[in-house]
């Protein structure tokens, strides 16, 4: 199984890993989040983040989601990046997780591009339902 790593900002990590806990009924196995505190230097932080990974990494590898792409986060995952071993993706999401987390026994490439569209597939605009509006007074 693929581990998934969440790298973020503050807290926002922790907080996905609570709500992928809470949509899914479960904590999920191998996945983990690790904080960037705005004083941290990314640098002084690889040597925990490479740590994370050995513990997540059971063979097939882990998947390093981060927030925003070229912000710390970001920076460190570029860090650890291994083609086909260790992966990342930046502009992570709930729907990313989710999906991430469907996919992640069906080898690196498929829960990659899964995961890309699952982030990108998330995001809708709502548009209002006429049934719905007519009975809500």
């Known amino acids: ?38 004083t941290d230097d990314p640098l002084d932080l690889v040597p925990a983040a490479r740590a994370l ?17 070229g912000a710390s986060p970001s920076n460190l995952a570029r860090k650890l990046l291994a083609q086909g071993r260790v992966e990342a993706i930046a502009g992570v999401s709930l729907p990313m997780l989710v999906r991430a987390l469907t996919y992640r026994g069906k080898g690196m ?14 995001v809708l605009r709502f548009t209002v339902d006429p049934v719905y509006a007519a009975t809500r007074n």
Not at 4 to 32: C, K, M, W, Y
Not at 109 to 122: F, L, Q
Request: aromatic content about 4%.
């Open 1 to 38: 199984m693929i581990g998934i790593l969440v790298i973020a900002h503050d807290t926002l990590g922790d907080s996905f890993v609570r709500a992928v806990t809470h949509v899914l009924g479960t904590r999920p196995p191998q996945f983990e989040a690790m904080s960037v505190k705005g």
């Open 53 to 69: 990974l050995a513990r997540l990494d059971t063979g097939e590898g882990v998947l390093v989601v981060t927030d925003i792409y």
């Open 109 to 122: 490439e498929t829960m990659v591009r899964k995961a890309i569209s699952g982030g990108r597939d998330g």
